[in-house]
């Protein structure tokens, strides 16, 4: 398969932008200016996924593992060619 590397990028994408928003319906969950707070300022929500972080830590491991894979797919399409 000629474009492996991209189907790794784009899964990770889809696998961090998944988590992203489990963070966000679990901010909208507890407080309008949470979900605010985590949409518009990134440190906000590192605070919520510490705050809450029983509920939060799946969410968490999604966007780490979706982050993980779009750099594994950065590196092979940059060192495979």
Excluded: D, N
């Amino acid at each position: 398969m000629p474009h492996t590397e991209l189907v790794f990028i784009l899964a990770g994408v889809v696998l961090y932008i998944s988590g992203a928003v489990w963070v966000l319906i679990l901010a909208f969950q507890k407080s309008l200016w949470w979900v605010l707070g985590c949409f518009f300022l990134p440190p906000v929500a590192f605070l919520f996924i510490l705050y809450y972080w029983p509920s939060t830590k799946l969410a968490l491991a999604f966007k780490l593992c979706g982050s993980a894979i779009i750099i594994g797919g950065l590196l092979a399409f940059r060192f495979v060619r």
